[in-house]
């Protein structure tokens, strides 16, 4: 039987119906396979399911000489060589709508968390310090009425963006382009980079990693925030200079940060993970059961669409089609 190799467990049945015609190995751990123990499990594989923290690369890639398709479970791809993968005739597939509204919770929930200090008021109860509630004790910041800065107006944005006229915010953007259907569906107004760190209350990304966002949120950026500011981030960790960010929450140049993301993941810089004005989660913008079920089902859609000679949907190397052979 052809094989197929998935890097981590997902809920739900749906891999059960690769399991009638292919041998499907998952990956029985907890954690996610060291890129040893990928090659090792993935050698000869028809089709591999995988996450934004499996390097697929050339060496990979060349272990399974008749690897038509490489799902990638999440909107980014950058952990896929898409050159090389494309060159070889092999489909590369992301999951760009099913996770949207769920990371856009996740944004929302680490603004919260920091403003209303929620882990800090949490740790001081599970303590026993609560004796009583006096009117100093753990004072946050409010989120309604406020401006909410969007950094990156796709789908994310927009869902992030969308959930704020419920707190009666006003929201500010800043895109490569200026999108106007969200402009039409939240009320957003795109401004320039420079009015959007002047004029935040919260800062949110939700931007793909480029060469142009690439460190494009450090010391420098950091000054021209509001001081009572906060900045959180669902996109990718490299748009933030980590330690500069450490750095500002110290000296109080911003008020907190909310991360789901890292500079070097799974490596977090150290004065961060020290600081209370923090609220850190390990990548778990899409972390629900319902989306993970999703995310799976079309991880399945789409291995049994390329095994049968056709193309799946949510390509992101279209240039294949012309190359692919069977």
């Given amino acids: 039987m052809k094989k197929i190799f998935i890097t981590s467990q997902y809920p739900g049945e749906s891999v059960k119906r690769l399991s009638e015609k292919y041998d499907v190995v998952v990956y029985p751990k907890s954690t996610l396979p060291t890129h040893e123990e990928l090659l090792e499990n993935a050698k000869d594989s028809v089709a591999l399911i995988t996450t934004v923290a499996d390097v697929v690369n050339k060496k990979l890639i060349d272990c399974c000489p008749d690897l038509k398709i490489v799902f990638n479970s999440g909107v980014g791809y950058e952990n896929v060589d898409i050159p090389y993968a494309s060159e070889k005739g092999i489909f590369v597939t992301n999951t760009p709508n099913v996770l949207t509204e769920t990371t856009a919770d996740l944004a929302w929930a680490l603004m919260f968390s920091v403003a209303r200090r929620i882990i800090e008021a949490d740790t001081y109860v599970r303590e026993g310090q609560f004796a009583c509630g006096h009117p100093s004790l753990l004072l946050g910041m409010n989120i309604h009425e406020k401006t909410l ?24 953007y800043q895109n490569r382009n200026n999108n ?38 450090g010391q420098e950026e950091f000054q021209k925030m509001k001081s009572t500011s906060i900045i959180v981030n669902v996109g990718r960790g490299p748009i933030i200079k980590e330690a500069e960010l450490a750095s500002a929450l110290k000296d109080g140049l911003i008020w907190g940060a909310g991360l789901d993301v890292f500079e070097n993941e799974p490596q977090v810089n150290e004065e961060l993970l020290n600081l209370k004005n923090t609220v850190l989660v ?19 859609t789409s291995v049994e669409l390329a095994l049968r000679g056709e193309v799946p949907k949510y390509l992101v190397n279209p240039e294949v089609i012309k190359t692919v052979e069977y």
């Fill in 149 to 172: 800065g969007v950094y990156g107006m796709g789908r994310i944005g927009s869902a992030v963006a969308r959930r704020a006229k419920g707190f009666n915010m006003r929201v500010i």
């Fill in 180 to 217: 106007q259907k969200a402009e039409d569906e939240t009320g957003a107004e795109f401004v320039d980079f420079e009015t959007l760190l002047k004029e935040s209350d919260f800062i949110v990304i939700t931007a793909p990693l480029t060469e142009e966002t690439r460190g494009r949120f």
């Fill in 282 to 300: 390990p990548h778990i913008g899409s972390a629900s059961v319902e989306t993970r079920e999703k995310m799976v089902d079309m991880a399945v």
